[in-house]
């Protein structure tokens, strides 16, 4: 029997639906990873990606691996035992981010806000200031609760004390924009599964000079050898494309069909488009019940944490159960603090429309109404 799954509308915290294009081009003819042919695609792929994350850096690349292998690639490159790192903690990947780095023998010390409310700049930059770490690392786009954080001050105060800025871009790239050179950031990192409307499985990544600096200048060689960036230059960073790794040939296909998607909407009208749906959404949820978890100002529009009514706190896993198994709807549920007590709604990349809004709403009402 061939393998069939179902069809579900992925309105959860990634993956989103992909759209029939990106399928098209991903079924294309394989070729191999040396090939003239798919070399042409790459470098398109690489450029493409250097204009959405709004950087120049010739190491802008699709890591073979998924968002949490391009958090590992920053700190396997940038971190030496002993080394000081500081680390923006209000949600479970700033959480992550902090063991990554503990994992490499990092000094983590921690600034850290409320679940659903985004980092104090002034606390961030008094403990630069005092720490002056290595490296210093926010998310931009907290996935487990639905916060935007402005990163520009604290890239600023970090490149004063002389260290390294990480940015987690994994649910913020191609949903809202990005401007790494202007904003001071070192290295970033995101995933195809979110706002790109891939498939998981690459995780686009960009590398300033100062990372490669520091990558010749460590005192022994990167931990993680397939995720060396000295070794991944040689294929990624030159025209030669010198062999280091069989590359996911037809996943970066599918990925360099939905990045021209992106630049033919252009990220003014993607952005708004994202925008627009989540206001919808939160209005048709507001009768129901739901409240947004994040104050406006800090509140994401593709990954939106609303909190469950009294009504729904106890039951909700059934409830999501009932979205999936009756109307084939995914909704993701709340991580570490906040679970049991809020759902986070993606509306992401090629979800992010008013249909689409408009079936979870009359689903999730027939399902409360019974």
């Known amino acids: 029997m061939p393998i069939s799954l179902p069809e579900r509308l992925l309105l959860g915290p990634g ?3 992909v759209h029939p294009d990106v399928r098209a081009a991903m079924a294309s003819p394989l070729v191999g990873h040396m090939d003239p042919a798919f070399h042409r695609v790459l470098e398109e792929v690489q450029e493409r990606l ?7 850096n010739r190491m802008t690349l699709p890591l073979s691996t ?15 035992p002993g080394d000081r790192v500081l680390v923006g903690v209000n949600g479970v990947f700033g959480e992550r981010m902090s063991e990554v780095a503990r ?3 990092a000094e983590v010390t921690r600034v850290e806000s409320d679940p659903g409310t985004a980092l104090d700049v002034d606390e961030m930059a008094t403990a630069i200031r005092r720490l002056e770490p290595s490296v210093v690392a926010v998310v931009h786009a907290e996935t487990s609760t639905g916060v935007c954080q402005p990163v520009e001050a604290i890239a600023r105060t970090a490149r004063e004390a002389g260290a390294l800025f990480v940015l987690d871009c994994v649910t913020s790239l191609a949903g809202l924009p990005l401007r790494l050179d202007a904003w001071g950031v070192d290295a970033a990192y995101s995933g195809t599964q979110k706002c790109l409307s891939c498939p998981p499985g690459l995780s686009p990544a960009s590398f300033g000079e100062r990372v490669l600096e520091r990558v010749k200048g460590r005192s022994r060689p990167v931990p993680v050898w ?3 960036l000295s070794l991944l230059d040689g294929y990624f960073g030159s025209g030669d494309r010198v062999y280091h790794h069989t590359a996911p040939v037809s996943a970066i296909v599918g990925l360099a069909e939905a990045l021209r998607r992106v630049e033919a909407e252009g990220m003014e009208a993607r952005e708004a488009r994202h925008r627009a749906a989540s206001a919808r959404l939160l209005a048709g949820l507001a009768p129901l019940g739901f409240e947004p978890l994040v104050d406006e100002a800090h509140r994401l529009p593709m990954l939106n944490a609303v909190c469950l009514p009294d009504t729904v706190r106890g039951r909700e896993a059934a409830l999501r159960g009932r979205l999936l198994e009756r109307h084939g709807i995914e909704v993701g549920a709340g991580l ?5 007590s809020i759902w ?3 509306l992401m ?9 408009d079936r979870l709403l009359d689903a999730l009402a027939q399902e409360l109404a019974g």
Do not use: Q
């Open 66 to 80: 998924t968002g949490s292998g391009g958090m590992e690639a920053c700190f396997a490159n940038t971190v030496e």
């Open 50 to 56: 250097r204009h959405l994350f709004g950087t120049e």
């Open 336 to 340: 570490g603090k906040l679970a049991g």
């Open 226 to 228: 397939y995720l060396d």
């Open 15 to 17: 993956p989103s639906n």
């Open 344 to 346: 986070r709604i993606g």
């Open 349 to 357: 990349g090629e979800n992010a429309r008013p249909e689409v809004v």
């Open 103 to 105: 994992r490499y023998g």
